[in-house]
């Protein structure tokens, strides 16, 4: 029992259920890439390098933050300033994650293993970012987007420049959804002097360059389908994420944030399973 236990608070510390945000747009580039369903052992191979890699970064974030989560109401609840996971343990857990990422990357191919140094950078030290400067949300958008870029080199063994479009929708998508997560402490971060959209240009700017950045993401996914040959299956796969995102904003505010959590879990989490699945079944009827 004691080991469940202690499995659930490292899961609750990275929250591995969040994964899904990246996940399902490595698996769409990889299908991309091999313009099908990818061999199993490379499925498998990125999908270890994407929960090595996701833990990692989300653990070096809980570490580097846990003197800030401490002060904050809203996180001071979190597992480091709790004490329940020490932060030797954790140091230790998050260089487990980086070494099966590093693993995944020799498994899959000598590009991955040379990009891998790359990778890891960005992700150590992403999380600082917003100790500096207010693009610390786009700085995590590029941090996810190497999700479906790496899928695309793990598949092919080589980098072509259409790819980054994909990439390029995750950067806005993903800076767009943290920017109205960010809402949530624009008062903490004010105090202390932390760095973010919503501090620096208040709600009403704040909930419009999210939707500025959630339109370009939009039209991004949209200039995929000529480039790479996609049927309707994958314009009505966007279509339906276009129509997930309005119902985002709608429920956020700027004198209403209380519905904020759903926005951002529910929601994201759905558009990113939509573009996986309506470009799978491009494949499948193809």
Known sequence: ??????????????????????????????????????????????????????????????????????????????????????????????????????????????LCLKLSPLVLLVLLTYSYTKRFTWLCHVVLGIALALAPLGAWVAVRGTFEGEILLL???????????????????????????????????????????????????????????PIFNLSTFYIIGVLIASGLLLYEHSLVKSNDLSRLDMAFFNMNGYISVTVFVFTLLNYLTA
């Open 1 to 110: 029992m004691e080991l469940i236990k202690k499995s659930a608070e490292y899961l609750r510390l990275i929250k591995f259920s969040h994964s899904i945000f990246a996940l399902p747009f490595a698996f769409t580039a990889a299908l991309i890439a091999d313009k099908g369903i990818p061999e199993f052992y490379k499925i498998f191979w990125i999908t270890v390098a994407m929960v090595g890699g996701r833990t990692g970064a989300m653990g070096m974030n809980r570490i580097i933050d846990r003197n800030i989560d401490a002060l904050n109401p809203r996180t001071k609840d979190r597992e480091l300033p709790r004490g329940v996971i020490k932060t030797s343990e954790a140091l230790f857990f998050t260089a487990g994650a980086f070494a099966l990422l590093v693993l995944a990357a020799y498994k899959l191919n000598p």
């Open 167 to 225: 990439s390029l929708a995750i950067v806005f998508w993903v800076a767009g959804f943290d920017i109205i997560y960010g809402l949530q402490d624009i008062d903490f971060d004010k105090e202390h002097g932390l760095y973010s959209i919503p501090s620096i240009f208040g709600i009403n700017t704040s909930l419009w360059i999210a939707r500025i950045f959630h339109l370009i993401t939009i039209i991004l996914l949209f200039s995929l389908a």
